[in-house]
């Protein structure tokens, strides 16, 4: 049986990576003003954050249409795939899921829509650890239990150079209701099994950083390693360079995708990991 894999935009897999795998990403869309834009297209995610603070009026995200999670799902049919698995991120954090479960419907059975509970690599780890699967010719049980391992044990930890943004979106609810004088906290949030929590604060930057590299220590070994930032890039390999002296794996270093940007903020800084156990 020949399987095909299918995410979106947010998981953030590099685009050379996604050639490598045969991975098929569908773009999500960020509208600035009037403007909507595929993302990666259009405008750079440097531009973009560069920008982002002197905006009056609020970036918005949107899901893919239905019509291009069909065309990639035709796409892939018509070359002679018989089974798709289509990863994204959570259900309740965004319509992607609903969209490219709506296509799925002309297909009868021949699509499988998974919720990751993740974005970023925190996805894009799940989709890659399929793909290697898929080279190895493995059954699609086999796939489903790995990515259900990868899922259970990756952890995305962030800190954020200010809550505003998380606020703004209203897509998480206690950062809506915090207080605006605690604003000038630089939270630390985690994301796992779909749940946004905020599980630190810290009042200086280098505070935070050294949250990030004891949790790097702390769980380690590990299965794969990505440096997130959101135009924080130095900040990013500095980080990969203090921890490198006890790294095992070679590890990503990535600039999150407008679309997840648009919701934390620029100078954001975060890991992506899968701890062996």
């Known amino acids: 049986m020949k399987i095909g894999l299918v995410t979106d935009s947010t998981s953030d897999i590099p685009p050379e990576l996604a050639e490598e795998n045969a991975i098929e990403i569908v773009p999500a869309v960020l509208n600035l003003g009037t ?153 630390l949030i985690e994301l796992r099994f779909g749940v946004v929590a905020r599980i630190g604060q810290v009042r200086t930057r280098a505070q935070g950083v050294q949250r990030l590299f004891e949790n790097i220590q702390n769980w380690q070994p590990l299965e794969r390693l990505a440096i997130l930032h959101t135009n924080a890039e130095s900040a990013a390999r500095q980080l990969l360079e203090d921890i490198h002296p006890n790294l095992k794996i070679p590890a990503l270093v990535v600039n999150v995708t407008t679309v997840i940007g648009t919701h934390v903020g620029p100078n954001g800084l975060g890991i992506a990991a899968v701890p062996i156990k």
């Open 35 to 187: 403007a909507s834009f595929l993302d990666g297209d259009g405008i750079s995610r440097e531009d973009f954050y560069e920008r982002l603070p002197s905006l009056k009026n609020s970036p918005t995200t949107a899901s893919p249409s239905v019509g291009s999670f069909q065309e990639k799902y035709d796409k892939l049919l018509s070359s002679g795939v018989d089974r798709i698995l289509s990863i994204h991120p959570p259900e309740h954090l965004s319509g992607i899921f609903n969209a490219a479960r709506l296509a799925a419907e002309s297909f009868g059975n021949k699509i499988q829509i998974l919720d990751s509970g993740q974005v970023s690599l925190g996805l894009g780890f799940q989709v890659l650890a399929a793909a290697e699967a898929v080279a190895r010719d493995a059954g699609v049980g086999d796939i489903l239990s790995l990515i259900e391992s990868v899922q259970k044990r990756v952890r995305v930890v962030a800190l954020l150079d200010t809550m505003e943004y998380l606020r703004r979106s209203g897509r998480v609810s206690w950062a809506k209701a915090m207080m605006g004088g605690l604003l000038n906290i630089r939270p």
